[in-house]
Structure formats: C-alpha cells, structure tokens
C-alpha cells in the first residue's frame, strides 16, 4: 500500500490523491514536475523552492551577524577611545592642569597631592 497525499486541481477544483512522494517531488522543484488531474488539466506547484527559502534566511542571519559584529566593535572602539579620554583627563588635573583652559595651578596640583592622594594614584 502507498501513502498518497490529498491535493486538489487548481483548474477544475476536483479533489483526489497521488503518491507522498511524487507530491514531495513536486512540492521540493516547484515548476519542474507537472501533475494531471483526473480531468486531464496539467499544474505545478508555484512559489519559491523551500530550499531556497531556507538559503536566504541563512544568508539573512549571516548578514545581521556581521552587522551586529561590527556594532559590538565600534562600540568597543568607542569605550576605549572614552576611557583613554578620560585618563588623560585625570592625569593632567592631578598634576594641576584645567581640563578647560589648559593653564596649571599650583595650588590645585597641592591640593591633589595632600588632601586627595587616592585620586593621584588612580590616575
């Protein structure tokens, strides 16, 4: 006994059954293989091929990887370019220097020095 898979005519409508795996086949290469009805009326399957399908959402995640690999660098680039940014900063404000206008003060390098010593170290 064969196993039959139940498809209809798109021509006359009429309802009847043919082998699993000539629906297979005809359902794997869309336009390759024609199926008669009872009727005598010649069809095919239509639409992409479900291999076909499956190739471009592999290629779509292959490419939002790659898009989402290169977000996660420059974001990484980003935070050691804020972080270096930021050590420099702190560097040149232990040693005295206004971050805004570039001009030293000995009074605040002494201040660093004696009452927040910590913050020389970190730097």
Same mark, same amino acid.
Not at 80 to 106: E, H, I, M, W, Y
């Given at each position: 006994?064969?196993? %039959?898979?139940?498809?209809?005519? $798109?021509?006359?409508? !009429? %309802? *009847?059954?043919?082998?699993?795996?000539?629906?297979?086949?005809?359902?794997?290469?869309? +336009?390759?293989?024609? !199926? *008669?009805? $009872?009727? #005598?009326? #010649?069809?095919?399957?239509? #639409? /992409?091929?479900?291999?076909?399908?499956?190739?471009? =959402? @592999?290629?779509?995640? /292959?490419? /939002?990887? =790659?898009?989402?690999?290169?977000?996660? @660098?420059? =974001? &990484? +680039? @980003? &935070?050691?370019?804020?972080? =270096?940014?930021?050590?420099?900063?702190?560097?040149?404000?232990? @040693? #005295?220097?206004? $971050?805004?206008?570039?001009?030293?003060?000995?009074?605040?390098?002494? %201040?660093? &020095?004696?009452?927040? $010593?910590?913050?020389?170290?970190? +730097?």
């Amino acid at each position: 006994m064969f196993q %039959h898979a139940w498809v209809s005519c $798109p021509n006359c409508h !009429i %309802h *009847y059954a043919i082998p699993s795996s000539l629906d297979a086949t005809a359902q794997a290469q869309r +336009a390759g293989v024609t !199926i *008669y009805c $009872p009727m #005598g009326h #010649g069809w095919h399957y239509t #639409g /992409e091929r479900p291999l076909d399908v499956e190739r471009r =959402a @592999r290629q779509r995640a /292959e490419q /939002e990887n =790659a898009r989402l690999a290169e977000v996660a @660098r420059l =974001a &990484a +680039a @980003r &935070a050691d370019q804020a972080t =270096a940014s930021l050590s420099k900063l702190k560097r040149r404000a232990a @040693r #005295g220097v206004c $971050p805004c206008c570039n001009r030293s003060f000995v009074a605040l390098a002494n %201040h660093i &020095a004696t009452k927040h $010593p910590e913050f020389r170290k970190a +730097a």
